[in-house]
């Protein structure tokens, strides 16, 4: 299990320093924006329009409800590092294996394009059809929009894989049908787009979430390429196919 | 492919494969759980994070 080992290991390092740059620009570009909306969620005819453009069932959504939620402050910002670190770590893991499968990262530079390419599959491309959402924002079912996400993020990362990794003109083509394809077929989107939240601050946090991920997805790559060799027994000698 | 060793290599090639497929596994997971699971708590904990990732929130 050395691969293994050496993957897991790489990815957690990484993916730990990647997670807490991401941590300090969520607080410092992100979150201000969120609480801001926050104030606009609920207030006035927003929850009655809400409930009705919204159809979450009984386990949905729950703002100030029963279930437990972190105490503002501190408590929150913690949850929202332990949730950046966590999955940080879990997005390096896929970045690895996705570049172990084809002969690893070579170095830092290359390791910029495999995250542009992360960027471009996880917040680029569902992006287009789902912006980023702002607390108080209608939005369509949630488990038709988290289907489509995946679909769209399992359609990028092929169609890129076949640009990227294959010699063939057709199996290119082919590439950038399925990249388009989740596109043409849509996002679900509600039946209205009414929200008490103004324009200009969702205009600003998708723009916040949009460079921030690129920062995390830019940071990420690097590190595994600066990484990688240290721990690379096991791992083979990396195969320049790319950059 | 491999330089060296290429009977080694022959028969470590599954057990790589292998390997790398459990490490992407417990990616998908990590990221599944943390980003998509409709557990109230961990959507409550996760929430300012899911916004700024845009996951589908709510």
Same mark, same amino acid.
Request: hydrophobic letters at 55%; charged letters at 10%; a negative charge.
């Given at each position: 299990?050395?691969?293994?080992?050496?993957?897991?290991?790489?990815?957690?390092?990484?993916?730990?320093?990647?997670?807490?740059?991401?941590?300090?620009?969520?607080?410092?570009?992100?979150?201000?924006?969120?609480?801001?909306?926050?104030?606009?969620?609920?207030?006035?005819?927003?929850?009655?329009?809400?409930?009705?453009?919204?159809?979450?069932?009984?386990?949905?959504?729950?703002?100030?409800?029963?279930?437990?939620?972190?105490?503002?402050?501190?408590?929150?910002?913690?949850?929202?590092?332990?949730?950046?670190?966590?999955?940080?770590?879990?997005?390096?893991?896929?970045?690895?294996?996705?570049?172990?499968?084809?002969?690893?990262?070579?170095?830092?530079?290359?390791?910029?394009?495999?995250?542009?390419?992360?960027?471009?599959?996880?917040?680029?491309?569902?992006?287009?059809?789902?912006?980023?959402?702002?607390?108080?924002?209608?939005?369509?079912?949630?488990?038709?929009?988290?289907?489509?996400?995946?679909?769209?993020?399992?359609?990028?990362?092929?169609?890129?894989?076949?640009?990227?990794?294959?010699?063939?003109?057709?199996?290119?083509?082919?590439?950038?049908?399925?990249?388009?394809?989740?596109?043409?077929?849509?996002?679900?989107?509600?039946?209205?787009?009414?929200?008490?939240?103004?324009?200009?601050?969702?205009?600003?946090?998708?723009?916040?979430?949009?460079?921030?991920?690129?920062?995390?997805?830019?940071?990420?790559?690097?590190?595994?390429?600066?990484?990688?060799?240290?721990?690379?027994?096991?791992?083979?000698?990396?195969?320049?196919?790319?950059? | 492919?491999?330089?060296?060793?290429?009977? =080694?290599?022959?028969?470590?090639?599954? #057990?790589?494969?292998?390997?790398?497929?459990? !490490? @992407?596994?417990?990616?998908?997971? =990590?990221?599944?759980?943390?980003?998509? #699971?409709?557990?109230?708590?961990?959507?409550? !904990? @996760?929430?300012?994070?899911?916004?700024?990732?845009?996951?589908?929130?709510?």
């Amino acid at each position: 299990m050395t691969i293994f080992r050496n993957v897991v290991f790489v990815a957690a390092l990484a993916g730990l320093l990647a997670g807490l740059v991401m941590t300090a620009m969520q607080v410092a570009f992100t979150v201000p924006l969120i609480l801001q909306a926050e104030a606009y969620e609920g207030t006035g005819e927003e929850g009655a329009a809400a409930e009705e453009s919204h159809d979450h069932g009984a386990a949905g959504h729950s703002h100030g409800d029963e279930a437990w939620m972190p105490a503002d402050g501190l408590e929150r910002t913690l949850y929202t590092a332990l949730a950046a670190i966590v999955t940080g770590i879990g997005f390096s893991l896929l970045l690895v294996v996705g570049s172990e499968l084809v002969g690893g990262i070579a170095g830092w530079r290359q390791g910029l394009f495999w995250g542009f390419a992360g960027f471009s599959v996880f917040t680029l491309a569902p992006g287009l059809g789902l912006p980023p959402e702002l607390p108080g924002m209608p939005a369509a079912d949630l488990f038709a929009r988290q289907a489509w996400w995946i679909g769209v993020v399992i359609a990028t990362a092929g169609g890129l894989a076949l640009i990227a990794l294959t010699r063939s003109a057709a199996l290119a083509a082919l590439g950038a049908v399925l990249i388009v394809l989740p596109h043409v077929i849509g996002a679900p989107q509600p039946e209205s787009h009414d929200t008490l939240v103004p324009a200009h601050l969702h205009h600003s946090f998708v723009v916040a979430v949009t460079v921030t991920n690129l920062v995390f997805w830019l940071a990420l790559g690097a590190m595994v390429g600066v990484l990688r060799p240290r721990f690379a027994q096991g791992l083979g000698e990396p195969q320049s196919s790319l950059a | 492919m491999a330089t060296s060793s290429g009977a =080694i290599a022959a028969t470590s090639s599954q #057990s790589r494969l292998l390997q790398l497929s459990l !490490a @992407g596994f417990l990616g998908l997971f =990590i990221t599944g759980f943390v980003g998509f #699971s409709h557990m109230e708590v961990v959507h409550n !904990a @996760g929430h300012d994070y899911r916004h700024s990732m845009a996951f589908p929130c709510h």
